[in-house]
């Protein structure tokens, strides 16, 4: 799975659920660190590139943005 494809508004599911249950985020900020909003609790947390790479399992656009676009 390639992060760069992530983008604000997406919808991610990781490898590691979070203590409440969800395994779905919501993508909130992308950076040098990408910025998660738990679907079920609310709750943010900040993750490293690197790691969310580790640990992503599907993404889930939450727009429906054409294919191919980017934004940066
Ligand atoms: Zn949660």
């Known amino acids: 799975m390639d992060d760069r494809q992530v983008q604000v508004g997406d919808l991610v599911r990781l ?9 779905t985020w919501q993508v909130t900020r992308v950076g040098s ?10 709750r943010y947390i900040l993750l490293r590139r690197a790691v969310l ?9 939450g727009k429906a943005a054409p294919p191919g676009r980017s934004v940066d």
């Open 15 to 23: 490898r590691k659920r979070h203590p409440c249950g969800g395994d």
């Open 33 to 42: 660190d990408i910025r998660l909003r738990c679907t079920i609790c609310g």
């Open 53 to 61: 790479r580790r640990r992503l399992k599907e993404v889930r656009s």
